[in-house]
């Protein structure tokens, strides 16, 4: 219901992500929901079912299942698109941050909802949403469970776009279908701007320069330099 994040899901995404991972033909991953939510977070309701509650093991759930999705979206260096097509509360917040460029429908919304059960941030929620949001904005969600609208989102830089229903899907389109053309360097740029978010600036230049090494040896470098000595534009290989 809602695309709630229960066991069962996470790991289909994780083998998806794998499987994109690894097709050569994969350039450019979407992900969105089906119906109105993006993702309603965690399923609380077979939490609700089960005899006990007090034996469910939240930490091993997180490291075991959620938190390897969050940290292959993250890692891997195909870019990934994350169309919020509606509400993305909880966890289903923090695998919409987790993207690397977000498109958000008007009228949705982001919603801080571990307060409202009882529990503290996760899934990556304290790092995403520091970063996403600022820290003032990000511990006010954490601690009252509040929300930030569309607009809001998009005015603090947390999604890269807002539209009208009617251009989500045709401009998320457009641009995975301009990232899946792209050169093999946007895959090391998304390396070095991760990179950039927990290291120090002699770190961060050094990284560069050692996947500047490994860019400048490719096919799509020497047709990217070919392309604009002849005027004309590049047809890159993602090599």
Do not use: W
Not at 51 to 72: D, G
Not at 142 to 153: M, V, Y
Not at 162 to 188: C, F, H, Q, S, Y
């Amino acid at each position: 219901m809602l695309n709630a994040l229960d066991t069962d899901v996470i790991r289909k995404l994780h083998a998806a992500m794998n499987e994109a991972e690894k097709d050569p033909l994969v350039m450019c991953v979407v992900l969105t929901g089906e119906g109105k939510a993006f993702s309603a977070g965690a399923d609380i309701r077979s939490l609700k079912n089960r005899q006990k509650l007090a034996e469910v093991s939240f930490m091993e759930h997180l490291r075991t299942e959620t938190n390897p999705l969050i940290s292959k979206m993250r890692h891997m260096d195909k870019p990934i698109i994350a169309m919020i097509n509606g509400v993305a509360a909880g966890a289903g917040m923090s695998l919409a941050l987790a993207a690397d460029i977000k498109i958000m429908v008007e009228g949705t919304r982001f919603v801080e909802a571990f307060a409202k059960i009882g529990l503290a941030p996760d899934a990556g929620a304290t790092f995403l949403m520091t970063r996403s949001f600022g820290a003032s904005r990000a511990m006010e969600l954490a601690l009252t469970g509040g929300e930030i609208d569309a607009k809001e989102a998009e005015r603090l830089g947390a999604v890269n776009l807002v539209v009208p229903p009617n251009r989500l899907e045709t401009d998320t389109r457009a641009l995975a279908e301009r990232l899946a053309k792209g050169p093999m360097g946007i895959r090391l740029a998304k390396r070095g701007m991760n990179r950039a978010l927990v290291a120090d600036l002699d770190t961060t230049l050094d990284y560069e320069a050692h996947l500047q090494e490994i860019v400048a040896a490719s096919e799509d470098f020497k047709e990217g330099v070919d392309a604009f000595y002849e005027k004309r534009p590049a047809k890159f290989r993602g090599k």
